[in-house]
């Protein structure tokens, strides 16, 4: 290494924490933009004259791409920079964001949004592999990582409450255009922060091409036939179709893989039991997380009958509740105990919390009795799971790895959510469908969809425990970690 990188390197050392709070904003704008649009929805099909069946789109699309192309993303990460993957993602980002402010009509923002998905596909194993690759694993990396995760599982709440604030004073537009000076910020910052061994290319490893096709059909196939499944039922011959096509495929990437001289996806990764297992739970986990949200916006806005912005403070206590129980694990637990016992903790607290809701929820309920108990619980459980849930799932993991392993965790929780929403909102409807039919009011049929809905989501996060129960080992910072990254 050359006098000039030992310097880069040292200087680098005392910015680490501001690139690590840049890091943080940029993830922070892609959590967010899952979820802003979610109270804007009405105003937006006002404006552009929506067709009923179409408005889901502005949330598919997005989630679509994103979904569909975050192995590519941390993959190409690895490779061809992260330094650069991460900069130019960030850039094309907040363009497609200002699209779809600008956009006149509901093709131009559902192609805006899928486009702003392909973004932030790049934008986020690019980040966090940053994060892990630059951190020491120990006490540094837990605390780097308890932020992080703090902000990402807390990222969906202030989006609602964020998207409810500007739709009502401002504009549905200004969801979009508030990315755009944050956007350049992080772009010039970026410039100026990250040093340049962080953007080395691999040079000596290519892009395996038939991988990446497979994986992204593969990914965004499933991803389309669970996103159709709760508007065309499960006897759909189209959600089907799509489901097995991207089974097909993904069977397809795994041969692949096995015989591929540069994988895309190193299946000696998943040989790692922890990698295996906290991937699998956060798949499961993530099935009950953006269902959750989605069933109790629905509940305060249609049943409650919340404003947009009393929608979204009725979740922010979920992003202070999380932010403080990740700082906590970080700092105090996972150092003492290690990160299983509170990767194990938190799906059955998680359990404990959709049960709550479920069973308090009623028309004509209020706040304090009817919504907040179960959000209260649920969110400490998400706490406790996200930060020693991302330590278990990168502990370990080859430096030159780090982009695709945080590819690998990114697409668990992305896809496990496409899986939950499109099952659990498959429960929901059938139920609101059938009481209905029968005569039941409205709004009773729909307390009762999301009851029988979120009774499956305490069965899946039991689940979630059981499976780090059995596959994740338990691992402790050594003293010497500690002492090093003091």
């Known amino acids: 290494m050359s006098a000039k990188q030992v310097k880069e390197l040292s200087k680098h050392a005392d910015n680490k924490w501001a690139v690590?709070?840049?890091?943080?904003?940029?993830?922070?704008?892609?959590?967010?933009?899952?979820?802003?649009?979610?109270?804007?929805?009405?105003?937006m099909a006002r404006t552009l004259h929506f067709a009923g069946n179409n408005l889901q789109w502005v949330i598919t699309a997005y989630t679509l791409t994103f979904g569909g192309f975050l192995l590519l993303g941390g993959r190409a990460a690895d490779l061809y920079g992260r330094r650069r993957i991460f900069i130019g993602s960030v850039f094309f980002f907040s363009a497609m964001s200002l699209l779809c402010g600008l956009a006149q009509s509901e093709g131009q923002v559902i192609i805006a949004r899928a486009a702003q998905g392909l973004a932030g596909a790049f934008m986020s194993p690019a980040a966090l592999s940053i994060v892990i690759s630059e951190f020491r694993e120990g006490k540094e990396r837990n605390t780097a990582?308890?932020?992080?995760?703090?902000?990402?599982?807390?990222?969906?709440a202030v989006g609602l409450l964020a998207g409810g604030v500007l739709t009502q004073y401002l504009s549905w537009r200004?969801?979009?255009?508030?990315?755009?000076?944050?956007?350049?910020?992080?772009?010039?910052?970026?410039?100026?922060l990250l040093p340049h061994h962080i953007g080395e290319e691999n040079k000596k490893t290519h892009l395996d091409l038939p991988g990446a096709a497979l994986a992204t059909g593969g990914l965004m196939s499933l991803v389309y036939g669970l996103s159709k499944a709760p508007a065309d039922g499960w006897g759909s011959t189209t959600v089907w179709s799509f489901i097995a096509a991207g089974l097909v495929l993904l069977i397809g990437f795994f041969l692949n893989e096995r015989r591929s001289d540069t994988p895309m996806l190193p299946l000696s990764l998943f040989k790692t039991r922890n990698v295996l297992g906290a991937n699998t739970a956060f798949l499961v986990i993530?099935?009950?997380?953006?269902?959750?949200?989605?069933?109790?916006?629905?509940?305060?806005q249609t049943i409650l009958n919340y404003s947009p912005v009393k929608s979204g403070l009725s979740f922010l206590p979920v992003t202070f509740i999380i932010a403080i129980m990740?700082?906590?694990?970080?700092?105090?637990?996972?150092?003492k105990l290690g990160y299983k016992p509170p990767m194990n903790l938190g799906p059955v607290v998680i359990a404990l919390g959709l049960f709550t809701i479920g069973h308090t929820m009623k028309v004509g309920g209020?706040?304090?009795?009817?919504?907040?108990?179960?959000?209260a619980i649920f969110s400490t459980g998400m706490g406790l799971t996200f930060v020693s849930g991302t330590l278990a799932a990168t502990s370990g993991v080859p430096r030159h790895l780090s982009g695709i392993a945080s590819g690998v965790l990114n697409t668990a929780q992305q896809v496990g959510g496409a899986i939950g929403l499109a099952v659990l909102s498959a429960v929901a409807f059938s139920t609101v469908k059938t009481e209905t039919s029968a005569?039941?009011?409205?709004?009773?049929?729909?307390?009762?969809?999301?009851?029988?809905?979120?009774?499956?989501?305490?069965?899946l996060a039991l689940v979630a425990a059981l499976v780090v129960f059995l596959v994740v080992k338990n691992e402790k910072i050594k003293a010497e970690d500690i002492t090093a990254a003091a």
């Open 20 to 43: 690590l709070a840049l890091l943080v904003i940029a993830q922070f704008m892609v959590v967010l933009d899952i979820s802003i649009v979610n109270v804007a929805l009405p105003s």
């Open 145 to 156: 990582l308890g932020i992080w995760s703090a902000v990402s599982a807390g990222g969906a």
């Open 326 to 335: 990740s700082g906590i694990i970080a700092k105090f637990v996972v150092p």
């Open 439 to 459: 005569g039941g009011t409205a709004n009773f049929a729909k307390v009762h969809g999301f009851q029988d809905a979120l009774h499956v989501g305490v069965a």
């Open 174 to 192: 200004w969801n979009f255009f508030v990315n755009v000076p944050i956007g350049a910020f992080v772009v010039f910052a970026a410039l100026r």
């Open 366 to 375: 209020t706040y304090w009795h009817n919504v907040f108990p179960g959000l």
């Open 286 to 300: 993530a099935c009950t997380m953006f269902s959750m949200f989605f069933f109790m916006t629905l509940y305060v």
